[in-house]
């Protein structure tokens, strides 16, 4: 039996106006998506929206920005592929680590469009709708209690992203600190489930994959090598 890791200590939730935190979350969600130029050029103006956040959460932000920022474009994209699309605990996509690749993970799937859709949201098809950065978007767009709701269901499988990228000595942990900051405190159910998920791993099954396919931890950024 492999030694079980210890957990990082969690972040401390931080009472947030929803103003604050739809601000965090629209943040995040561009910062956390794959640097392409378009991102890129919006991160100045995340770099002025977050000076409106309390210290503590503005701080992660520019932890961020400043160690990524003598990096070029070619290394910024190159990092992402690395960091998020090749490794299975630094998943993007809410579902894997709770459900991996099993036929649960469909269902699970099915349930975020619900979601969206009783926002009164419809999700886009430019990624799958639990990628992170597509939930914190809808969180921050539409105001809804329901993408809340989403994030904190989902808190588990972003306690295993960050510790996944603290070990990797991340500057990508900066943000998670900042998304678990914004969501309410973890509760001893929620740990154990983190716990089982850092020391295992997500769940896999070789057959009868749900009506959705194979459905990877990664993006299809890998396959077409950018």
């Not at 990092?79 to 036929?103: P, S």
């Not at 767009?141 to 588990?156: E, F, G, I, Q, T």
């Amino acid at each position: 039996m492999s030694p079980v890791k210890p957990l990082p200590e969690p972040v401390p939730p931080l009472e947030l106006t929803a103003d604050q935190r739809r601000i965090a979350h629209m943040a995040a969600s561009i910062l956390l998506d794959y640097p392409d130029e378009q991102r890129r050029s919006a991160w100045p103006a995340v770099a002025d929206a977050v000076s409106s956040l309390p210290v503590a959460l503005e701080q992660r932000f520019r932890r961020f920005l400043t160690e990524m920022a003598d990096a070029g474009a070619a290394a910024l994209e190159q990092n992402y592929v690395a960091t998020f699309d090749l490794k299975r605990k630094c998943a993007m996509y809410l579902t894997y680590y709770a459900a991996g690749d099993t036929r649960r993970r469909g269902m699970a799937l099915v349930r975020f469009i619900e979601a969206y859709r009783a926002a009164g949201w419809e999700p886009g098809d430019e990624e799958l709708p639990d990628y992170l950065p597509a939930v914190l978007e809808f969180s921050a767009a539409s105001a809804s209690p329901v993408a809340v709701d989403l994030l904190a269901a989902h808190r588990d499988g972003i306690e295993v992203l960050r510790a996944a990228l603290a070990g990797l000595q991340s500057p990508y942990v900066h943000l998670i600190e900042a998304v678990a900051a914004s969501l309410p405190e973890i509760d001893a159910a929620t740990r154990e489930r983190y716990l089982s998920l850092v020391n295992e791993g997500p769940p896999t099954e070789t057959v009868g994959l749900t009506f959705l396919g194979n459905l990877k931890p990664y993006s299809a950024r890998e396959e077409v090598g950018a």
